[in-house]
């Protein structure tokens, strides 16, 4: 009897084993099947804006409690590589351009005609004294590569958040990227510092069609530290793969040009 028992009481617990087992062999393949669809939504929205390559005219507006600037700017890039910006307007600030090549950076001022080429140090420093960083207009940051993700998720929208790996070097501490479902656009990101603490926003609204892809076409970037600042930019126009956009108009002779 005691023996019978002691079978019984082994095949339960063999059985009670193999369903924790299954439990946490299904957990994980969830775990890891949510992490790898975090990274696909993550790459659809980071190359919602761009093609094999693409041209944009935008409007940048600044706006702080003492004053508001606008600034009217062409853009060009060749996939995440290469990305040429050239301020239109105001006059006093036409010409001024931006140039990436890979992971390197360089601005031209032209009232002092000279090129400065962008040091790594400087990458999360203010582009043309907006709230976007040189880092942010450049997409130098590779958030799947340098951010673990995980997934959440509601009927309207995906919440993925990312947290930087041991070996990444950031200012962030989490970005939370939420993206609409219906439209599969991004709504906003949220930018925390190692303490938890909200840093800034970006929002996207205003969707509108650009070669049939739909986008936000208004990003609005909001420092959480500094009341009353904030930057826009407005996508006026956006063409992808235009026969214009060339290897020429990433050179550093094209980014000294005068026009």
């Not at 390197?104 to 203010?126: A, D, Q, T």
């Not at 739909?214 to 235009?242: A, C, H, Q, V, W």
Request: proline share 4%; charged share 25%; aromatic share 8%.
């Amino acid at each position: 009897m005691e023996s019978l028992a002691s079978n019984g009481h082994s095949h339960h617990q063999l059985k009670a084993g193999l369903t924790c087992s299954v439990l946490f062999l299904c957990l994980f393949s969830i775990q890891v099947s949510g992490a790898e669809r975090a990274i696909e939504i993550i790459d659809e929205m980071e190359a919602l804006y761009q093609g094999a390559s693409s041209s944009a005219t935008m409007t940048m507006i600044v706006e702080t409690p003492q004053f508001e600037r606008t600034m009217e700017m062409e853009a060009s890039s060749i996939g995440t590589e290469k990305s040429f910006i050239r301020i239109l307007s105001p006059r006093k600030d036409r010409g001024i351009a931006t140039l990436k090549l890979d992971m390197e950076m360089w601005n031209f001022l032209p009232k002092i005609n000279r090129v400065i080429k962008v040091p790594p140090s400087m990458m999360m420093g203010s582009w043309m004294g907006s709230d976007f960083t040189n880092d942010d207009l450049v997409k130098q940051t590779t958030l799947t590569d340098e951010y673990s993700l995980t997934l959440e998720e509601t009927d309207e929208q995906y919440a993925i958040i990312l947290v930087p790996k041991e070996e990444t070097v950031t200012v962030w501490g989490k970005i939370d990227y939420i993206v609409n479902k219906e439209y599969m656009v991004p709504v906003a990101q949220n930018f925390y510092d190692d303490n938890g603490e909200i840093i800034r926003k970006l929002e996207f609204s205003e969707l509108r069609d650009f070669s049939g892809r739909m986008i936000p076409s208004r990003l609005e970037m909001i420092p959480m530290n500094k009341e009353g600042n904030k930057t826009i930019i407005i996508y006026d126009e956006l063409k992808f793969d235009p026969p214009e956009v060339d290897e020429s108009i990433f050179t550093l002779r094209n980014l000294r040009s005068r026009f």
